[in-house]
């Protein structure tokens, strides 16, 4: 057992040297995940009792009878597959929920999520829009104590002032209009695992009153109700604002500050690790390798060096995306200029396809878009839909072959046929 892998274990309870008990406690020390079916001509519902306690599949009596051994083999074999499928997902997951770098700030970062993960602590994370923060909660969550519990997320600048107490605190019926049952909110949801509040800095100043009670308590009621409800969860924050400014502004409560940054993150802008977009942008290509039937298997230097020298403004964010719409709009075996977003291309101008006119004239072949040094005659006015409709007729809906006729780019036509459903 220590040298191979079975898919399940037949064991008799007596045997000489040791019993089949200890036998299954020493298996599951060493395989946990194999399952133990133990077997006895001495069976009584105690022994099967202590047997399942310390983790035997099942228990059957000698002479077993074929039909419930078969079912047994099989029932526990499905088991074992099951926990090796979940073992896999698991970590699929654990690496969708990967902080990606090898930068020393995102090292910075690692370590101190490692070391503060399997605490308490609350943790504030800040940073620009896009740079990760629920990504670093949830892998904070993933590798804590909390893990088997809920990981729940709230966007507190999404959510109405007159809504986000509710939404989190939960109410009674009839409490307010529109109250009709009584609802658990998400502190409750989230007991026993992690809330994360991103875009902390929005929460209204009569509700920050509130959490902060809680963060003292673990108790709060429920809107219009007076009973006290106890919950035991993690609180997370992030913003992209200063906490400290909003607090010099009175839109934020010093007290509740100094409760909520035990522990504070700085995620650092996309611009300022240069290092790190490459490896971003192959393991986003990677993601969609296994998500599309189509694969990118290199980056030209074209297109590359574009990619390279783009400010990022939109972060980790904004990588995943310009990788989404390749895979979206074809890309296949390399990713050129042509499967980057317009703003990509040096030569993009906005609008691509339409003049200025507020109609163009009928396309021709030699120069499809030119604008007409005079305006044409109505009969011969076409809107921009119709010419592009016109092109993809002519192409037979061949995109390629259509942006060579419109003297676009692949991707500026297909985010016109998107604008225009065609």
């Not at 002032?161 to 909110?185: N, P, Q, V, W, Y």
């Not at 997370?236 to 509740?256: C, M, P, W």
Request: aromatic share 6%; proline share 6%; net charge neutral.
């Amino acid at each position: 057992i220590q040298k191979n892998d079975f898919d399940v274990v037949l064991c008799d309870v007596k045997m000489p040297g040791i019993d089949g008990v200890e036998l299954l406690e020493r298996v599951h020390a060493i395989k946990p995940e194999t399952p133990v079916v133990m077997i006895s001509g001495h069976g009584n519902v105690e022994m099967a009792i202590d047997s399942t306690k310390k983790g035997a599949f099942d228990f059957i009596t000698k002479p077993p009878d074929l039909n419930r051994l078969l079912i047994t083999l099989r029932n526990a074999i499905d088991r074992n597959n099951l926990v090796v499928e979940t073992e896999v997902l698991k970590r699929k997951v654990a690496k969708t929920f990967d902080i990606i770098g090898e930068t020393p700030a995102i090292t910075k970062i690692k370590d101190t999520i490692e070391k503060v993960a399997p605490t308490e602590a609350r943790v504030l994370i800040t940073g620009e829009n896009g740079t990760g923060k629920e990504l670093v909660a949830r892998y904070l969550h993933d590798n804590g104590a909390r893990a088997k519990h809920n990981f729940v997320a709230i966007n507190c600048g999404a959510i109405p002032e007159d809504l986000i107490e509710s939404e989190l605190f939960g109410h009674a019926k009839g409490a307010f209009t529109g109250a009709h049952k009584e609802r658990k909110g998400l502190f409750e949801q989230a007991h026993k695992g992690s809330l994360f509040l991103d875009e902390i800095a929005e929460l209204p100043l009569s509700v920050q009153a509130k959490l902060l009670r809680v963060l003292e308590s673990q108790t709060f009621k429920r809107v219009g109700e007076n009973t006290e409800v106890h919950v035991d969860v993690r609180i997370i924050t992030a913003t992209h604002k200063s906490l400290r400014q909003a607090v010099q502004e009175g839109k934020f409560r010093q007290d509740l500050m100094y409760r909520l940054r035990v522990v504070p993150l700085f995620l650092p802008p996309l611009r300022s690790r240069p290092v790190d977009i490459e490896i971003l942008l192959e393991h986003f290509i990677e993601q969609g390798n296994t998500q599309h039937q189509n694969q990118i298997l290199t980056i030209d230097a074209q297109a590359k060096e574009a990619l390279l020298r783009h400010s990022w403004p939109g972060n980790v964010r904004e990588v995943r995306n310009v990788i989404d719409f390749a895979f979206a709009i074809g890309c296949t075996n390399q990713l050129t200029l042509d499967f980057l977003p317009p703003e990509f291309n040096e030569e993009y101008t906005e609008p691509a396809l339409m003049p200025s006119l507020h109609h163009a004239h009928s396309p021709s072949p030699q120069s499809p878009l030119k604008q007409p040094s005079q305006p044409p005659p109505p009969s011969t006015f076409f809107s921009e839909k119709e010419r592009i409709l016109s092109a993809l007729q002519q192409c037979n809906y061949h995109l390629g072959d259509t942006a060579k006729l419109l003297g676009v780019s692949r991707a500026t036509l297909w985010r016109k046929r998107k604008q225009y459903n065609l």
